[in-house]
């Protein structure tokens, strides 16, 4: 089945910072789920980037797909306190019924 | 507001006790999941449906069973529970055409 692969599972930057984050997947995808988890809380979309789309841009984020290499990035510019979350990727599976996440990058931003 | 909406919240549960989790949608999809969360393991697919009366499996369906009556409704049932069932459980409901999902708050359940 296909999966997405966070790189560096845990990151801690100071607020102003930028932060990126990478995400490989092993079989082909139309699209990239970015999900971001609170604490406490279900998983919710950030961004959604589609297979003719090399980059999407929504506030201070951005991400990147390259098809060709099978990976997705997403950065968050000028980092906030209110950024420290768990992220994760996914990507389509079970013909596309179905999501498959990654294992999540968590992120910590300190004043 | 369409929304997920899984009962309970949380639960304790005792080894070899039956368990059901609940899960009610509002927003008219016909896709809806139930993963796992362990920690380091991000979410994983226990099963789907794409339509009431009908289940599908996902990526580690053993020791678990569904049941979609309605639209809106979707179980997840533990007949034995076993102390390795102890994790987060999110339900999700999905529009795929669109790429659509929206996840419940989760139900924390601890099998002890």
């Known amino acids: 089945s296909q999966w997405g692969e966070e790189n560096l599972q845990a990151l801690s930057i100071q607020e102003g910072e930028d932060v990126t984050m990478n995400c490989s997947y092993k079989?082909?995808?139309?699209?990239v789920h970015w999900y971001r988890q609170d604490s406490g809380r279900g998983p919710a979309l950030i961004i959604l980037?589609?297979?003719?789309?090399r980059e999407k841009r929504s506030g201070r984020l951005r991400a990147t797909l390259d098809t060709s290499s099978q990976s997705s990035s997403l950065s968050i510019t000028a980092a906030q306190c209110e950024d420290t979350a768990v992220y994760f990727c996914?990507?389509?599976?079970?013909?596309?019924?179905?999501?498959?996440f990654g294992t999540g990058t968590t992120v910590s931003v300190s004043p | 507001e369409a929304a997920v909406t899984q009962s309970p919240r949380s639960k304790v549960a005792v080894t070899g006790g039956k368990v059901t989790l609940s899960c009610h949608q509002t927003?008219?999809?016909?896709?809806m999941y139930w993963y796992r969360q362990d920690t380091g393991h991000g979410l994983r697919l226990i099963h789907y449906s794409y339509v009431a009366d009908s289940t599908e499996k996902g990526d580690i369906p053993d020791g678990y069973k569904a049941s979609r009556p309605s639209q809106e409704n979707f179980s997840l049932i533990l007949e034995l529970a076993s102390l390795s069932q102890t994790a987060v459980y999110f339900c999700?409901?999905?529009?795929?055409?669109?790429?659509?999902?929206?996840f419940g708050s989760g139900t924390r359940l601890l099998v002890i």
């Open positions: 980037i589609r297979s003719n789309e």
């Open positions: 079989t082909y995808t139309t699209v």
């Open positions: 927003n008219n999809h016909d896709y």
């Open positions: 996914a990507t389509d599976d079970q013909g596309g019924r179905a999501l498959i």
């Open positions: 999700a409901s999905s529009d795929v055409a669109n790429s659509d999902y929206t």
